[in-house]
């Protein structure tokens, strides 16, 4: 996470990025983050991003509520919600199943949007989250920690898609 993401947003355009990926944390006033309402530092982030040509991401600390997104999605502001599944700061940690829970409400309010969970992922907590509603994983140690990192991801892939189904 940084700190002054705006800062970054024409470097990562130039770079050829497609997409943009802040906290909320990162740019929301604190005191915003306790009301459903938007904060005009989100807005402005958000515009910012899509003036550059890129697609907008939000990501949520554990702690954070889902909810406090709803304004900006109903503003059509928001590509992709990235739910971190562990807090932010190194690999290697354990999922929190409880932030799976954002998911749902996300999905259930949004059927279309992309939502991206990244912490924690293996083949069980992948299955998981799909069946919450993520359509997009990160995953990291479960991987690059693998003897056969193929085939890690080849099942984590089948077994987010049959969860997904039994939604």
């Known amino acids: 996470m940084v700190t002054d993401p705006k800062q970054w947003v024409q470097d990562f355009a130039n770079a050829g990025a497609n997409m943009l990926t802040f906290h909320l944390e990162a740019v929301a006033d604190p005191q915003q983050l306790t009301h459903l309402k938007a ?3 989100v807005i402005e982030m958000a515009q910012t991003v899509r003036n550059a040509g890129m697609k907008v991401g939000v990501a949520l600390r554990p702690q954070t509520p889902a909810e406090l997104l709803l304004p900006y ?3 059509d502001l928001l590509d992709m919600v990235l739910v971190l599944t562990v807090n932010p700061g190194f690999g290697g940690q354990r999922f929190m199943a409880d932030a799976v829970q954002k998911c749902s409400v996300l999905r259930q309010a949004y059927p279309s949007l992309l939502i991206e969970v990244d912490g924690g992922i293996n083949t069980e907590t992948a299955a998981a989250a799909a069946k919450a509603g993520a359509n997009v994983f990160v995953a990291g ?3 690059f920690g693998a003897s056969d990192p193929g ?3 080849k099942d984590m892939r089948q ?8 939604q």
């Open 39 to 41: 904060d005009p530092a």
């Open 151 to 153: 085939q890690v991801m």
């Open 159 to 166: 077994a987010a898609a049959a969860a997904a189904a039994h």
């Open 141 to 143: 140690s479960a991987i």
């Open 73 to 75: 999605l109903h503003q």
